[in-house]
Each structure stands twice: as C-alpha cells, then as structure tokens.
Nanobody
C-alpha cells in the first residue's frame, strides 16, 4: 500500500524556518517523482516543489525560489522541504505527493499525504 506521511509543520514567525519531512512506503521510491503542494484557506492547491531523479535538480514555484530547498534521502525513502525566510503568505496546509513525473497540476498526482499545517504569523 502506497503511503506518504508528512511531519514538521507548526507555527513560526515571519523570517523563520521550518523543515517538513515526508516518509514514504509501498512503492519503488527511486522511480517516482515526489513533491509538495500547499493549500491556503479559500484557495486552490499550489505546486511548491518536485523532484524526480531522472530530471536532475528539483523544480520550484517562483513564489518559493531561493527560500525553499527540496532534498531526497533515497536510503531512508524520505523527502524533506527546508523552508527559510518564511512569509505570512506561506501559511497553508502542505501535502506530500507522488507520481511518475513532476507537474504543476494537482490532478496529475495520484497519491497524497494527509497534510501538515504551516502557519507563519507574529
């Protein structure tokens, strides 16, 4: 059974940092694209970052470039999202996703975690 379990969300002040982790199981990790989407209150799901080994460097949304870093630990089957210089507009539920390729379209991703809340507020 394919499973994605996120952790690491919380409350942080503007300018602060958080690291989200996604633990995976039930599929061949190295063959899949793993990424993160987020959904803010009253808004649709937005692609944040995605990595597929064959593609090389991860993809990032323009809104997070230079602040967020996605990394894969293939031995541990985990994906981390290091988030620096957080802004109030980064407040959202963050979801780990998996599929055969990266895409900015949430409907392309067939596997989703349960989500973890990130709140950026003073």
């Amino acid at each position: 059974q394919v499973q994605l379990v996120e952790s690491g969300g919380g409350l942080v002040q503007p300018g602060g940092s958080l690291t989200l982790s996604c633990a995976t199981s039930g599929f061949t990790f190295n063959d899949y694209a793993i990424g993160w989407f987020r959904q803010a209150p009253g808004k649709g799901r937005e692609g944040v970052s995605c990595s597929r080994l064959i593609d090389g460097e991860p993809y990032y949304a323009d809104s997070v470039k230079g602040r967020f870093t996605l990394s894969r630990d293939n031995a541990r089957r985990t994906v981390n999202l290091q988030m620096n210089n957080l802004k109030p507009e980064d407040t959202a539920v963050y979801y780990c996703v998996a599929h055969y390729y990266c895409s900015p379209d949430a409907s392309d991703f067939s596997v989703w975690g349960q989500g973890t809340q990130v709140t950026v507020s003073s």
